[in-house]
């Protein structure tokens, strides 16, 4: 029997005995979801199971036992033909002739019961939902006086731009809160908010929305259609993913996502959120950076530490902003920095710490800023985790002379080279070749980067190697 077709029946059922009743499919709860948004809280729940009746188990069996409901066309035929028999026959002899036909009509007919009682049963949940919401939102606001005074001069035309309502208990966002058009700042921070209804797209005017420590499993897609929205926090919830649409506010300057359970960023964030200053995604189960964050081009601050990124792509060099950058505590998950890390001259700190990084770039003397530098509880070798307490100005120095050092031998080399070639032709030819070599191949070797977790070789063109040369 599919119970697909009443899925919110399905879910309850399932609630009430996960032996006894399959779950409802993933297509019928992506359905259900964001019309019971609060399925999950325990006292909506058990008005929804008390409201089951005991003789749910017998109808179910009898509908089950029924078989396939008969074609429609076959039922239409067989009206149809017992009409005809009717009117051409005594009824005696009718209803022998009609009783093959009257039965297909019977089973549909007892179908059509046994379907009417789960059809009316669903819509009596649905209404037991309402209802218990509506009580829930009542009582909030019949405690939560500050909640109806704002809605109260919300309605009496009052000019609200600013709403503080955290640490408040809430477990809903009264959908009048979308009427305050005017609101600038909202602060729902530290209550027991489930969802955020779509209501809050109508706030067009609202520029830092605070949503932190909540139990927030999604984000509304209608977000996206805050587009003066400079701040959002949703730190501390129970985020998986941060919806498409949020590429859309295209005014954020600061996005904390920490502190969730996300597991990718949305592909297309950094082609939006190009004004973006700060991003805080720690702690989180991250595994990539998408390739379109380097199109963030404003971005100061970035931390993703504590988290199970695997490479940090090459592009990340054209983030030339940037001033902090946290990659620490990725474990065994982060081998290598790609060397165009040392394209971010601007960069202040740097923390590489608790991860499985051999080496850095030879380039690092580049970031002539760098003030803070932690390469703690790695296993490096170059430098020596000696050199690496010592500070970001003695890690600049030794990557300095080791540079130079490697440049001085290869022109030795090339020396002896020319002179065994002879011509000067030759040694040209030799030469550039040795060069070319020098910039892309022995950076494979001395690490320069180029490991499989940086997202790519680096073009000869973009190298610092080829223009130092």
Same mark, same amino acid.
């Given at each position: 029997?599919?119970?697909?077709?009443?899925?919110?029946?399905?879910?309850?059922?399932?609630?009430?005995?996960?032996?006894?009743?399959?779950?409802?499919?993933?297509?019928?709860?992506?359905?259900?979801?964001?019309?019971?948004?609060?399925?999950?809280?325990?006292?909506?729940?058990?008005?929804?199971?008390?409201?089951?009746?005991?003789?749910?188990?017998?109808?179910?069996?009898?509908?089950?036992?029924?078989?396939?409901?008969?074609?429609?066309?076959?039922?239409?035929?067989?009206?149809?033909?017992?009409?005809?028999?009717?009117?051409?026959?005594?009824?005696?002899?009718?209803?022998?002739?009609?009783?093959?036909?009257?039965?297909?009509?019977?089973?549909?007919?007892?179908?059509?019961?046994?379907?009417?009682?789960?059809?009316?049963?669903?819509?009596?949940?649905?209404?037991?939902?309402?209802?218990?919401?509506?009580?829930?939102?009542?009582?909030?606001?019949?405690?939560?006086?500050?909640?109806?005074?704002?809605?109260?001069?919300?309605?009496?035309?009052?000019?609200?731009?600013?709403?503080?309502?955290?640490?408040?208990?809430?477990?809903?966002?009264?959908?009048?809160?979308?009427?305050?058009?005017?609101?600038?700042?909202?602060?729902?921070?530290?209550?027991?908010?489930?969802? %955020? +209804?779509?209501?809050?797209?109508? #706030?067009?005017? &609202? !520029?830092? /929305? $605070?949503? *932190? =420590? @909540?139990?927030?499993?999604?984000?509304?897609?209608?977000?996206?259609?805050?587009?003066?929205?400079?701040?959002?926090?949703?730190?501390?919830?129970?985020?998986?993913?941060?919806?498409?649409?949020?590429?859309?506010?295209?005014?954020?300057?600061?996005?904390?996502?920490?502190?969730?359970?996300?597991?990718?960023?949305?592909?297309?964030?950094?082609?939006?959120?190009?004004?973006?200053?700060?991003?805080?995604?720690?702690?989180?189960?991250?595994?990539?950076?998408?390739?379109?964050?380097?199109?963030?081009?404003?971005?100061?601050?970035?931390?993703?530490?504590?988290?199970?990124?695997?490479? %940090? +792509?090459?592009?990340?060099?054209? #983030?030339?902003? &940037? !001033?902090? /950058? $946290?990659? *620490? =505590? @990725?474990?065994?998950?982060?081998?290598?920095?790609?060397?165009?890390?040392?394209?971010?001259?601007?960069?202040?700190?740097?923390?590489?710490?608790?991860?499985?990084?051999?080496?850095?770039?030879?380039?690092?003397?580049?970031?002539?800023?760098?003030?803070?530098?932690?390469?703690?509880?790695?296993?490096?070798?170059?430098?020596?985790?000696?050199?690496?307490?010592?500070?970001?100005?003695?890690?600049?120095?030794?990557?300095?002379?080791?540079?130079?050092?490697?440049?001085?031998?290869?022109?030795?080399?090339?020396?002896?080279?020319?002179?065994?070639?002879?011509?000067?032709?030759?040694?040209?030819?030799?030469?550039?070749?040795?060069?070319?070599? &020098?910039?892309?191949?022995?950076?494979?070797?001395?690490?320069?980067?180029?490991?499989?977790?940086?997202?790519?070789?680096?073009?000869?063109?973009?190298?610092?190697?080829?223009?130092?040369?």
């Amino acid at each position: 029997m599919d119970l697909d077709r009443f899925p919110l029946l399905s879910y309850v059922l399932h609630q009430l005995d996960s032996n006894l009743h399959a779950p409802p499919s993933m297509a019928a709860q992506q359905t259900l979801l964001p019309s019971f948004p609060l399925l999950s809280d325990p006292q909506i729940m058990s008005s929804l199971t008390q409201s089951i009746p005991k003789t749910i188990t017998q109808t179910l069996f009898v509908f089950n036992s029924l078989g396939s409901r008969p074609n429609q066309s076959a039922v239409s035929s067989a009206r149809s033909k017992i009409a005809q028999i009717m009117d051409s026959l005594s009824p005696e002899e009718a209803a022998k002739e009609t009783e093959i036909y009257a039965g297909v009509v019977r089973l549909d007919e007892v179908h059509d019961s046994y379907e009417k009682k789960l059809k009316d049963l669903e819509e009596d949940l649905s209404r037991v939902y309402v209802t218990e919401v509506e009580s829930m939102l009542k009582s909030s606001q019949e405690v939560n006086e500050e909640v109806v005074a704002v809605l109260k001069a919300a309605e009496s035309g009052g000019i609200i731009e600013r709403i503080d309502l955290s640490g408040q208990e809430l477990k809903l966002i009264p959908e009048a809160f979308g009427k305050i058009v005017g609101l600038v700042y909202l602060n729902l921070s530290s209550n027991d908010l489930t969802f %955020i +209804p779509d209501a809050i797209s109508k #706030l067009k005017n &609202l !520029e830092e /929305l $605070n949503v *932190s =420590s @909540n139990s927030l499993e999604s984000l509304p897609d209608s977000i996206g259609m805050l587009l003066n929205l400079r701040i959002l926090n949703v730190n501390a919830n129970n985020l998986t993913a941060l919806p498409e649409s949020i590429a859309h506010c295209r005014s954020l300057v600061e996005l904390d996502g920490s502190y969730n359970n996300l597991t990718s960023l949305p592909t297309n964030i950094g082609y939006g959120l190009q004004n973006l200053e700060r991003l805080s995604i720690q702690l989180n189960k991250l595994r990539y950076f998408p390739g379109s964050i380097s199109e963030m081009y404003n971005l100061k601050y970035l931390d993703a530490h504590m988290n199970e990124i695997h490479g %940090i +792509p090459n592009s990340v060099g054209r #983030l030339t902003k &940037l !001033e902090v /950058l $946290n990659l *620490s =505590s @990725n474990f065994n998950n982060l081998m290598s920095v790609p060397d165009t890390i040392t394209d971010l001259t601007n960069l202040r700190e740097l923390d590489l710490s608790n991860n499985q990084i051999q080496t850095i770039p030879d380039s690092f003397y580049l970031l002539r800023k760098l003030e803070k530098l932690n390469l703690d509880q790695n296993p490096l070798e170059i430098p020596s985790q000696e050199v690496a307490n010592q500070g970001a100005e003695a890690v600049r120095e030794f990557m300095r002379k080791r540079w130079d050092r490697i440049m001085a031998e290869q022109q030795q080399r090339i020396g002896v080279e020319a002179e065994r070639h002879g011509d000067e032709t030759g040694w040209v030819y030799w030469g550039t070749s040795m060069v070319t070599n &020098l910039v892309s191949g022995v950076t494979q070797t001395i690490g320069f980067g180029g490991g499989s977790g940086d997202g790519g070789d680096k073009k000869l063109g973009d190298s610092h190697y080829y223009h130092q040369l």
